[in-house]
């Protein structure tokens, strides 16, 4: 799946959380959270093996459930330490739902041969296409597909309930942009 795709998946779900379970919208900093939450496997994975060739493919480390059984007590227990409870959750959120949205659609019909990927190391990968960096991916490995389409199109839902939304974290980031620009010029 691709990033935006990720974001849409995990910001839906989470703004339906928080609608119906606080009778709210997201908070900035827990939805910054759930942002870096759905990037985090392919901004680990991708690089290590698309650009430094440390990983045998692109969804292999960060994508693999044993990490994620390792990493989300991990981040539960610093957000309870740091009272950031909420910021934590959303983290893991937007993490365990990209790994669920990396599923391919053949594995719902039986085909399990996709989700190798989720016990990585146990299982082996199946042959990856040699992808020559992040830019190479974008513009060859990738079809523009009906998957693809219906990526965008759940962006574009996604965008308009955040938008409708309020357009939660959009204050902030343009806060921190401020102020980075101010230290920046100083």
């Known amino acids: 799946m691709w990033p935006w795709g990720h974001l849409a998946v995990a910001y839906l779900l989470y703004t339906g959380i928080t609608t119906s379970r606080f009778d709210r919208v997201p908070r900035a900093w827990p939805l ?3 942002a870096l939450g759905t990037q985090f496997p392919d901004l680990i994975d991708k690089p290590l093996a698309w650009t430094f060739g440390v990983l045998p493919g692109g969804r292999t480390f960060a994508h693999s459930l044993l990490v994620a059984a390792l990493l989300v007590p991990a981040v539960v227990a610093v957000a309870i ?10 983290f893991v959120l937007g993490h ?11 594995a719902f019909t039986g085909d399990l041969s996709g989700i190798a990927f989720l016990l990585w190391p146990l299982v082996d990968q199946p042959p990856e296409e040699p ?15 009906p998957y693809e389409v219906f990526q965008l199109g759940l962006f574009v839902v996604a965008a308009l309930v955040w938008y409708h939304d309020g357009r939660p974290g959009l204050g902030l980031v343009r806060t921190s942009i401020d102020r980075l620009g101010r230290l920046v010029r100083s």
Do not use: F
């Not at 330490?81 to 959303?90: F, K, N, P, Q």
């Not at 365990?96 to 053949?106: E, F, R």
């Not at 190479?136 to 079809?143: E, K, R, V, W």
């Open 32 to 34: 910054l959270a759930l």
């Open 131 to 145: 992808v020559d960096g992040l830019l190479d991916a974008i513009l060859h490995y990738y079809a523009m597909g």
């Open 96 to 106: 365990v739902s990209h790994l669920l949205a990396d599923v391919p659609p053949a």
């Open 81 to 90: 330490h740091l009272d950031r409870r909420e910021v934590g959750t959303a």
